[in-house]
């Protein structure tokens, strides 16, 4: 889906990371786009609180805008039951329920709303996470999985949304340890790199794509 003049797009988790990467390259493209970032740090936007959820559908929807990229994502690392079950809790909110519960309340809206073009919605999954055991990241690892089995059987369903997994291998990013074994054997890519893979995925025709890094 080709990116048109002054489109409006939310980037939800932009703040460093991917994200911030991802908002950099948009924000050179030439078409002077609309950008609107969310997260913690940038706004207060704590995509835990689920006591939040509806109000924070509400301002995403309110934007009308034509493409949203979720990136947030994470969770303890160590043996499961060695943390505590609110970070754990933590690792399922921000990686799954919240883009699930985000993605119902788009579809929602969307069957009600005659659009010109349908809302692209892409989420990060992770080529390692979302298809493998993780050991030590195991509800992060759950919830990849899980993102993946929605987007790909929502995918399948009737909709006129356009909806996307991108799934990216490791990357130089603060959510990777500094002293991790990815690092040391030089396979966490440039951040910059693998936003430019985003972009160009977002904007091959669609609909429905899904992308995994094969690295
Ligand atoms: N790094 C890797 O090796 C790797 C590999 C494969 C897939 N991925 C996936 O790629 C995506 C981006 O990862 P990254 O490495 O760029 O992560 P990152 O550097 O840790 O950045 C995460 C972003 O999400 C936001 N965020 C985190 N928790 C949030 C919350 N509760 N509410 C609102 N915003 C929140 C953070 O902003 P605030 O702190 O301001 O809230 C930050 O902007 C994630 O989905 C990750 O699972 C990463």
Known sequence: ???????????????????????FLLEQRPEKLNLYSFSRKLNGTDFSRRDRWDEYAKTFLALEADRFIYFAGGGPYGDYEKSEWKDQEWALNVSFAFPAFLLHSLLQFNKKKERARPFQMTFIGSAIAEGKPDPKASMYCAAKHALRGLITSIQKEESSMDLRLFSPGYMDTSMLPLNSWPRQKGLARKVENVAEELVNFMTQPGPNLISVAMD
């Open 1 to 23: 889906m080709k990116i048109q003049p002054e489109e409006k797009i939310v980037l939800l988790g932009a703040s460093r990371g991917l994200g911030l990467a991802t908002k």
